[in-house]
């Protein structure tokens, strides 16, 4: 049964830091996609990064684009998300996913929550101003 936990969230100050981790298991982890999506109070869930099979290929939304990076250590079965620069818009409930109908290559759809057929329970994330 595949697995993902996110962990990392919290209270962070306006321009500070976090690093979110998604431990996977039940899958061969290394050989599927990842992302990473926020759903905000009172709005719909959205794409924030992802990250090909392999680590190679990384994508981003533009809201979080040259303030975060997702990388993956295969070994540990982990991807991560570091979010510098926070801003209080950045405040929502963080989702790690998998997408395992992908092995070995990256869905065009990356940005798109029906493309992964795996979630994790969520960390909270809120920024204060």
């Known amino acids: 049964q595949v697995q993902l936990v996110e962990s990392g969230g919290g209270l962070v100050q306006a321009g500070g830091s976090l690093r979110l981790s998604c431990a996977a298991s039940g899958l061969t982890f290394r050989n599927y996609p990842m992302g990473w999506f926020r759903q905000a109070p009172g709005k719909e869930r959205e794409f924030v990064a992802a990250?090909?099979?392999?680590?190679?290929?990384?994508y981003y939304a533009d809201s979080v684009k040259g303030r975060s990076t997702i990388s993956r250590d295969n070994a540990k079965n982990t991807v991560y998300l570091q979010m510098n620069s926070l801003k209080p818009e950045d405040t929502a409930v963080y989702y790690c996913?998998?997408?395992?109908?992908?092995?070995?290559?990256?869905?065009?759809?990356?940005?798109?929550?029906?493309?992964?057929?795996?979630w994790g329970q969520g960390t909270q994330v809120t920024v204060s101003s």
């Open positions: 996913a998998t997408a395992t109908r992908f092995r070995r290559r990256m869905m065009d759809d990356y940005g798109l929550g029906s493309s992964y057929d795996y």
């Open positions: 990250i090909s099979w392999s680590g190679g290929a990384t």
